[in-house]
């Protein structure tokens, strides 16, 4: 079936590590996009990417950075520089046209000790 | 001011009520809306798109209204299933597709 695969789905490091949690997608849309989210919060954007080898900061991107070498694939690292890692880290895919949808995974949730 | 605002709530309900919120948003470019719903440590999941025209599925209506730059979500007859977090979604095409969530709006349906 098409759709979303974030793994891993849980995660804990320790404080200072880098971490890259993976996105792929078989939908075959060309925009993707990372969001966290805090508990009791929305949505805040970290990256997005409309083609491959190109991407946008979002509105929180520092501590973070992407790659889009693949259209299936958008990877995210929480770099060191993060200063509040912990969260709930959702990725997406959007199929433009007529109902815009958002595609998204089943997310991961990071914890940093 | 952020980009996309909703009252966060949690609007209590009565099951069978009608309840009504709003969406601001501050870009007057925006050119797509959507209502996602989301449940409790879930992924969200899309509701329905707002259209110019203003649009309705079943008990749920939407309206865009561009002057004063905001959205709305009406539910009629309240289901207990309906209690969830509902996102507003604003799509900046201009902005290459930036896809900006508001806060939420917590429902709360009770018997």
């Known amino acids: 079936d098409g759709g979303i695969t974030q793994s891993p789905k849980y995660l804990f490091r320790k404080e200072g590590q880098n971490v890259t949690l993976s996105c792929e997608q078989n939908l075959n849309h060309d925009a993707m996009y990372w969001y966290r989210q805090d508990p009791g919060q929305g949505l805040r954007l970290i990256y997005y990417?409309?083609?491959?080898?190109?991407?946008q900061k979002g509105d929180i991107a520092e501590g973070y950075s992407v790659s889009r070498e693949k259209k299936e694939s958008f990877p995210l690292t929480v770099t060191s520089a993060q200063k509040n890692p912990t969260a709930f880290y959702l990725c997406a895919s959007f199929a433009q046209g007529e109902t815009g949808e958002l595609f998204f995974g089943e997310g991961s949730r990071l914890t940093v000790l | 001011r952020k980009e996309v605002e909703q009252d966060p709530g949690p609007f209590n309900v009565p099951e069978g009520a009608t309840v009504a919120f709003n969406c601001t948003y501050s870009?007057?470019?925006?050119?797509?809306f959507f209502w996602y719903r989301q449940d409790c440590r879930k992924e969200p999941k899309l509701l329905m798109s707002?259209?110019?025209s203003g649009n309705e599925d079943g008990r749920f209506t939407a309206q865009l209204n561009r002057a004063s730059q905001y959205i709305s979500l009406l539910i009629r007859d309240s289901k207990l299933s309906d209690s969830a977090t509902y996102l507003c979604?604003?799509?900046?095409?201009?902005?290459?597709?930036?896809?900006?969530f508001g806060g939420g709006t917590r429902v709360l349906v009770k018997p």
């Open positions: 707002v259209y110019s």
């Open positions: 990417s409309q083609i491959v080898n190109d991407f």
């Open positions: 870009n007057s470019a925006s050119q797509s």
């Open positions: 979604v604003v799509n900046s095409k201009a902005a290459g597709n930036k896809l900006t």
